[in-house]
């Protein structure tokens, strides 16, 4: 059945599950990638598919305004544009309307802003983003809401408040049917008694998911997990639970500990536009002249397509602005991410995700990580 | 054995033939997509594979400066250092010596010119080409030549006769053995006479190939076709003949007409960065809002991954600037061209290149290609 969640293993507060989708079941926990304008950035969908990627982001703020959600719909929704058979997700442009925008005002009824693209004033209210996110036809859509920077406690808790009505609205005006479920969003920056609320208020409405929002947007890493600490236990157990915009693979071990189920992030393809990638030693830069000759692959204990390829080679890319060096460099920091919430994964199903989290913690973490 | 070139048909004064090489057979006429710095721009090896690709050029000038010789030496040679495991042919430098720098300058002994990298002076002389070429370690490897604008004649005069002791000081520093093979570059602008002299005095030296440079440098088509027909009267039958730097498809139709067996050009992947495609009907431009909501691929009479994406989709991938577009138009771009090799060779085997020519010509050029 559509939109059903299976718990299948649990290990401590962390679950391995299935989400079936309209277009394939999606095992948790898993890591999204983004294509925040109908692609995955330098990767082409078959890629996707041979990394085992079951659920790909894409962003209405951004497919709203270029090149219109009217149009990806003429052109048999998102799916079939993009050429990706596999479950989509779509966010509610409730973040970026704020994050990426000069101009932006908001109000009870939604947000008015000024384009980043020709400069014009466009206007989203949670019954736009609903129909937009209906134009799109993603298999998940993401409840517009409001998402402040997380430690003014008088705007987040505006905030918490109008994300509520905005939810109620979103509900009222999506049919949350079998063939795109609606996911509602618990916001209240670091404060426990707000999440505590606001977890309270959104899982009260019956959806197929549930998201905790508003965070990884300038918090530390201690205050993230501590967040959850406090939220967790609001989220109910037979729902998926999705932390948005987190990727880091540490952040993705602590999370994941604390009984989350989605991530999605543009880490590791915004990382490959650098030349930095992920290492089960840490991350590096391939920019460093130190892997001019090295003959070696990206990360050894890997199995990608990139993984043929020397990291002289890959650095020679980098330095000479090859595009070549995206594609390579993001598939390999797409698998890292996906091939390690499918370990975590397994080891839940085994019953050893502590051994698991401790053993890649303590290596991924004593690197510096200045170098990328 | 290496480098036996096998004429299997003709057709006119066109041939199909295989050129043997240590990495691999060479079905002629070929078209050879460029990889400048080690990597056709954007397309991954394994892609090219899938292209049918048999053979990838590569530049010396490009690579002398950076990574460097010794650095793609060391890293086990060109095919190791790229993973192309196929045949692999560099230029000499000789062309992009002149064509890519500021400053120049030659002398007897060879060329001193700046880095358009970081500006400091570098040398080349027919010696150190063929010990960069050796270094990098592609099958073919072509002669250091001099390729000055073909129409200023007491220039073009001087650099033909340059090029035949450049030709023979190559040939005495190279070994020209069963792992690599010397092409010697025949010269002469759109002069009759000059070309003449440097076809007779170049094929005159027992090379496993050789070329025609200096075309496709600013002279017109129907001059670059009037010197085909001058010069091919006197390039050996049973050697490969190499057209250098020609990729337009009614130019490939032209040149085999006239018993070239070779070609390689940018044209491919350099469009590709700007949204043009070749079809069947001519150039189009992908950024074109006609293309907007055009379901059909770029040209369905073509059969690769990227035939898979709408037009639509591909022009909305333009319009953002996504990379995924350089890697979809470039593959599309690379198979039209091989493919348009291998039916012209196809044509040759049963007699009918005249019937494929005029038919593909009068589609080809009846389009307005001032859409690109």
Known sequence: MAFEFEVI?????????????????IPTPIFAPVGTLATVKAVPPRDLEELNASLVLSNTYHLFLRPGDELVHDMGGLHNFMRWNGPILTDSGGFQVFSLTDINKID????TFKSH?????????????????????????????????????????????????????CREAHPDDETQALFGIVQGGIYPDLREKSAKFVTNIDLKGYAIGGLAVGETKPEMYATLDHTMPYMPNEK???????GDPDDLVEAIMRGIDIFDCVIPTR??????????????????????????????????????????????????????????????????????????????????????????????????????
Chains 1, 2 share one sequence.
């Open 271 to 372: 990382l490959a536009r650098h030349g930095a990638a992920f290492t089960h030693d840490g991350r590096i830069n391939l920019r460093n002249a130190k892997f001019k000759m090295q003959e070696e692959p990206i990360d050894s204990e890997l199995d990608n397509y990139a993984t043929n390829f020397s990291r002289g080679y890959i650095r020679h890319l980098v330095v000479a602005k090859e595009l070549l060096a995206h594609y390579l460099i993001s598939i390999h920091n797409i698998d890292f991410l996906i091939s390690h919430t499918h370990k975590m994964r397994q080891a839940i199903i085994d019953g050893r995700l502590q051994e698991y989290a401790d053993t890649f913690l303590s290596r991924y973490l004593q690197s510096d990580s200045t170098d990328s």
């Open 117 to 169: 693209l020709d400069g014009s004033m466009k206007r989203l209210t949670p019954e736009v983003s609903m129909k937009i996110q209906q134009n799109l036809g993603a298999d998940i859509i993401m409840a517009f809401d409001h998402c402040p920077p997380p430690k003014d406690r008088a705007t987040v808790e505006q905030a918490v408040d109008r994300t509520h009505r905005w939810l109620e609205r």
């Open 240 to 246: 998926p639970r999705y932390l948005m915009g987190v």
């Open 9 to 25: 293993a649990t290990d401590g507060n962390a679950r391995a599950g299935i989400l079936h989708t309209p277009h394939g079941d």
């Open 108 to 111: 009870e009824d939604g947000v």
